[in-house]
């Protein structure tokens, strides 16, 4: 039981075996920051309900049995305006994400000083934020990272099972550095505003029902590191330049209609003149 006017600004009680549903109490937590319930055995539906937590910036539901649609009915976004992580992958969530589903995650989107230096937000004062680490999925591997709440803002919703289109409000996410959407049923094209997140260094969409091109625009991705694509139904030529060049073979497989580097052979080739 967590009772009202509580200063706890971190909550990690992962790899426990907590069954039942997330406790409704967290809203007495007012000073909230990080919430990680990952690795246990609650089922539950999105709490949405955590929108009431004025400062939430970290919430990670990874490895549990929650389940439902993560968006409410009609087409109104996610109101967690300070959220710049949000882990919830291998889970049951289900349904589909409206085409604004992003539009109010100010946290992830770029701000400017004076001087023209691009920030994601003042936090000189809160030094309690410094410590918190967590695992995140990050280049196709698990990593701890620490400092979180002041150097990340990243999308996991691996291995779930979401379907319809990625939606284009994505693009708006300008100061994300990792998205994950791989082994759920995404269709329809890869958005084109992907290029518009100008930090992203991990982006992992395999394991998908994708269709159409992979947008030439992701090859001037200054920071694009790791990009896979694998095991969707995908067609013509990978983009050429230093973010794709050096990824490897198996960041394209699965795609019969893919060609050029890193792929082996060419898909692409004029057929032969009789």
């Known amino acids: 039981m967590l009772y009202n006017g509580s200063l706890l600004k971190t909550l990690d009680v992962g790899y426990n075996q907590l069954t039942g549903k997330l406790p409704r109490s967290l809203l007495n937590c007012s000073s909230l920051r990080f919430v990680s319930v990952d690795n246990n055995k609650i089922k539950d539906t999105f709490p949405f309900w955590l929108k009431a937590l004025p400062g939430l910036q970290v919430l990670t539901l990874r ?8 968006s409410l009915p009609g087409e109104v976004p996610l109101a967690f305006p300070k959220l710049r992580i949000l882990e919830i992958s291998d889970n049951n969530f289900t349904g589909s994400l409206p085409p604004n589903y992003f539009l ?4 992830s989107s770029l701000e400017t000083n004076d001087d023209g230096r691009i920030y994601m937000g003042d936090y000189s004062n809160a030094y309690y934020i410094y410590e918190d680490t967590m695992d995140l999925q990050y280049k196709g591997l698990f990593m701890e990272q620490g400092k979180v709440l002041t150097s990340y803002a990243t999308i996991d919703f691996s291995g779930n099972r979401f379907e319809g289109q990625i939606p284009e409000s994505i693009g708006l996410l300008k100061a994300l550095i990792a998205l994950n959407l791989s082994n759920n049923g995404f269709t329809g094209h890869i958005p084109l505003s992907l290029e518009n ?3 992203l260094e991990s982006l992992d969409l395999s394991g998908n029902k994708l269709s159409g091109t992979i947008p030439k625009g992701l090859a001037r991705l200054s920071f694009l590191a790791y990009i ?3 095991h969707n139904q995908l067609i013509g030529e990978i983009p050429q330049g230093p973010q794709f060049g050096g990824q490897a073979e198996s ?3 699965g795609n019969a209609g893919l060609c050029g580097l890193p792929l082996q052979g060419s898909c692409c080739a004029p057929p032969p003149t009789q």
């Not at 109010?104 to 946290?107: D, E, L, P, S, V």
């Open 104 to 107: 109010n995650w100010k946290a």
């Open 228 to 230: 896979s694509v694998a």
């Open 63 to 70: 490895s549990n049995k929650f389940y439902g649609p993560i």
């Open 251 to 253: 960041s394209f497989e």
């Open 197 to 199: 997140v100008t930090e």
